[in-house]
C-alpha cells in the first residue's frame, strides 16, 4: 500500500457492495434486509479506536443504511446522486485533505469519486471498470469482510 496508517483522516464506505454482497432480501411488505459481515463490524470497530474517522457515504437512502451505521457508530451521508460533491462538501467542513482519504468503492458510480481520492480500494467483486482504477483489489469480494482484510493490511503491511 502506498498510504501508511499515520497518513489517513477519513475512510469513506460506499455501503452496497463494499459492507454486502450487493444482494438485497425483500420482503411481501416490500421491506429490505441484507447481509453484513461480523469482520466488518469488528475492524470498522478497531479502526475507531486508532482515532480513524470513518464514514458511509450511499447513493441509495435506505432504513437498513442506517441501521448499520448506527450499529457501528460511524456517520452515513445517504441520498447521494453525486458522491464525489458530497464527499468535498464533507471533507470542506471537517478539514480534511482529499490525500489522506480511502474510499472503498464497487460500482460505477463511485468511480470519480475514487479517481478523486487519495488512496481507493474495491472488493474483489468490484466492476471491472473499478477494478480498472482502485489502487488496491482485495481478495475479499463485498460482504466478505473487504474492510477486516484493509485493517489486517495497514497492520502487517
Known amino acids: ?4 496508517l499515520e497518513q489517513i483522516e477519513l475512510v469513506v464506505y460506499d455501503f452496497d457492495g463494499v459492507m454486502t ?3 438485497v432480501m425483500v420482503d411481501e411488505e416490500g421491506r429490505e434486509a441484507v447481509v453484513v459481515n461480523r469482520g466488518d463490524g469488528l475492524a470498522v470497530a ?4 486508532l482515532k480513524i474517522r470513518q464514514i458511509i457515504l450511499s447513493t441509495e437512502k435506505n432504513p437498513v443504511v442506517s441501521r448499520r451505521a448506527e450499529k457501528l457508530k460511524i456517520p452515513c451521508l445517504q441520498g447521494s446522486s453525486d458522491k464525489k460533491d458530497t464527499l468535498i462538501k464533507h471533507l470542506k467542513k471537517h478539514n480534511i485533505n482529499k490525500e489522506q482519504v480511502i474510499y472503498f468503492g464497487n460500482d460505477i ?3 470519480e469519486v475514487m479517481q478523486w481520492v487519495g ?3 474495491a ?3 468490484a466492476h471491472p471498470e473499478i477494478k480498472k482504477i482502485a489502487d488496491l483489489i482485495l481478495s ?4 466478505e469482510g473487504v474492510i477486516r482484510e ?3 493490511l495497514i497492520r502487517n503491511p
Not at 1 to 4: G, P, T, W
Not at 140 to 143: I, R, T, V
Request: proline share 4%; net charge negative.
Open 1 to 4: 500500500m502506498k498510504i501508511s
Open 21 to 23: 454482497d450487493n444482494r
Open 46 to 49: 478497531e479502526l475507531r479506536r
Open 109 to 111: 458510480n463511485d468511480l
Open 119 to 121: 488512496f481507493s480500494i
Open 123 to 125: 472488493p474483489a467483486d
Open 140 to 143: 475479499s469480494g463485498g460482504g
Open 150 to 152: 484493509f485493517l489486517d
